[in-house]
């Protein structure tokens, strides 16, 4: 028969936060394995516990697990046990729990002290969702990679810190994060518990004068998601409008789409987006006694055949250009290849090169050409 792997969590500070049933299980398991056998020691002395321990620690992890998965699977009952707190959280315990469970050894959590938990009810900040980030990482490109995450973490955050760490920390959470309600737990359940409900450019202006003393929980407000919203639609913002739908036009959606995506990603109503591209239209007006033309600038028949001509690879001087109204005049400035159909406007006719009755017309005198 298999032995089984009970987690024991122990306190965090004060002794008394033990449970009846950790002090049972450490009574009556074979073996404790201990993250520091020196910390152990003085609660089991205690406690007045005589179980035998052995060091299970972050430099021997692998190989102590399996020497006690083969224990464990030859019967002994073991108890794991970190420095503070719950086993499994932000320490080595996750190995040996992975390894019980591959050789089909029965784990059993008691639960307790957590420090992580204890800060975050303290905090005074959100704790419905929460993200448990622990440590940083030591290495700067990781820690560069987390603190970036964190930025669009809506969840309150919470963290572990060293107190010769922990000036360092703020200043690098205030300048990655910018001005977010912080609240730092400090020695949790002892004597000199302290909880500072501050900003983080309050706490590295507090910090910068005072040495930090103990172990610290950090509890960060996560961001909102109304800022995170705002800070999307400011974004789009500073995109050209036209270009913004273009975007959207590019990927075969309607005018119509196009302009509700628009207004969703700014955070305005379509009728808003109408009227911003009415105000950017601007108009080309030509007008006489006979007739008003209105086209955007830049749109005109000249500057449509010259792209025409561009995209055949033709030459201008091999076009030939009829036309019957004014708003067919700026082709004529392309050569002097062009007609008029005559219409009896005599003001029209003396653009013209050529003034014919009909395209047949034209067609002979470019077959006599």
């Known amino acids: 028969?298999?032995?089984?792997?009970?987690?024991?969590?122990?306190?965090?500070?004060?002794?008394?936060?033990?449970?009846?049933?950790?002090?049972?299980?450490?009574?009556?398991?074979?073996?404790?394995?201990?993250?520091?056998?020196?910390?152990?020691?003085?609660?089991?002395?205690?406690?007045?516990?005589?179980?035998?321990?052995?060091?299970?620690?972050?430099?021997?992890?692998?190989?102590?697990?399996?020497?006690?998965?083969?224990?464990?699977?030859?019967?002994?009952?073991i108890a794991l046990v970190t420095d503070a707190g719950t086993p499994g959280i932000s320490d080595p315990g996750e190995e040996i729990v992975r390894q019980a469970y591959a050789a089909g050894?029965?784990?059993?959590?008691?639960?307790?002290?957590?420090a992580c938990v204890t800060a975050l009810t303290l905090s005074g900040l959100s704790?419905?969702?929460?993200?448990?980030?622990?440590?940083?990482?030591p290495d700067k490109k990781e820690r560069a990679v987390i603190l970036e995450s964190l930025k669009t973490e809506t969840r309150t955050v919470v963290l572990y810190e060293a107190p010769h760490h922990l000036l360092a920390t703020l200043k690098q959470l205030y300048n990655t994060l910018g001005d977010r309600k912080i609240t730092l737990?400090?020695?949790?359940?002892?004597?000199?518990?302290?909880?500072?409900?501050?900003?983080?450019?309050?706490?590295?202006?507090?910090?910068t004068d005072n040495d930090p003393k103990g172990e610290y929980v950090l509890v960060l407000e996560g961001i909102s998601q109304q800022t995170l919203d705002q800070e999307k639609q400011d974004n789009w913002k500073e995109m050209d409008l036209q270009a913004h739908m273009q975007l959207y036009l590019d990927q075969n959606?309607?005018?119509?789409?196009?302009m509700k995506k628009v207004a969703q990603d700014r955070g305005v109503s379509k009728r808003d987006i109408y009227q911003q591209l009415?105000?950017?239209?601007?108009?080309?007006?030509?007008?006489?006694?006979?007739?008003?033309?209105?086209?955007?600038?830049?749109?005109?028949?000249?500057?449509?055949?010259?792209?025409?001509?561009?995209?055949?690879?033709?030459?201008?001087?091999?076009?030939?250009?009829?036309?019957?109204?004014?708003?067919?005049?700026?082709?004529?400035?392309?050569?002097?290849?062009?007609?008029?159909?005559?219409?009896g406007i005599e003001s029209l006719n003396k653009k013209a090169t050529y003034v014919v009755d009909s395209i047949s017309d034209c067609l002979k005198i470019i077959d006599k050409k």
């Open 1 to 77: 028969m298999t032995g089984t792997l009970y987690l024991c969590a122990t306190p965090i500070g004060n002794l008394e936060d033990i449970t009846f049933r950790v002090l049972r299980a450490l009574r009556e398991v074979d073996l404790i394995a201990a993250e520091d056998t020196r910390n152990t020691i003085k609660l089991l002395n205690h406690f007045t516990i005589k179980t035998p321990m052995t060091s299970y620690h972050e430099y021997n992890k692998v190989d102590k697990a399996a020497y006690l998965v083969s224990r464990l699977a030859q019967g002994t009952n």
């Open 105 to 114: 050894i029965p784990v059993t959590s008691l639960p307790g002290a957590c």
């Open 127 to 137: 704790t419905r969702r929460f993200a448990f980030e622990a440590f940083l990482p």
């Open 185 to 207: 737990c400090r020695e949790l359940t002892k004597l000199h518990e302290t909880v500072q409900l501050m900003t983080l450019s309050e706490a590295v202006s507090y910090y």
């Open 253 to 258: 959606l309607s005018k119509k789409e196009a």
């Open 278 to 343: 009415l105000k950017n239209i601007s108009f080309n007006i030509e007008r006489n006694n006979q007739y008003i033309d209105i086209l955007p600038k830049g749109v005109s028949k000249k500057n449509a055949i010259k792209e025409l001509i561009a995209r055949c690879h033709s030459k201008e001087d091999d076009l030939y250009v009829v036309g019957d109204s004014y708003n067919d005049l700026s082709m004529f400035e392309i050569n002097k290849h062009h007609f008029i159909i005559d219409k």
